[in-house]
């Protein structure tokens, strides 16, 4: 799960348009990154959310940083200028024990811990390790 960092502020600035723009781009940028049975999706906002089967928690790690490193390089354009974003991501996996409310409340929670932590990062949930 992820959030564009600092997004209200973003929109703010530049407009919905732009905002809009960022959100799609950024969902490329996602889908770019994974592989072909990956799902990326939006989630609510400018959260976007990534399902990627049968992959292990350390292995959705390194999609996640190499997400947000995508995003991080990723120039977006419009006629009007060239803008840039940050992504914070929170990581779980579905254990045999859990729903996917709970994965989605894991991942979530690990996203806080990486916006809490200064933003622009990637947090693995605690409870898969």
Known sequence: MSDIDHFKKFNDTYGHQVGD????????VFRASGR??????RYGGEELIMMLPNTRLEDAGQVAERIRKNVESHEYKDEKGTYSVRVSLGVSCLSQDANM????????????VSKENGRNRVTLSQVDK
């Not at 072909?36 to 999706?41: F, G, I, N, P």
Request: zero cysteines.
């Open 21 to 28: 723009l960022v959100i799609r781009d950024t969902a490329k």
């Open 36 to 41: 072909e049975l990956d799902v990326a999706a």
């Open 101 to 112: 409310e709970e994965l989605i409340k894991r991942s979530d929670d690990a996203l806080y």
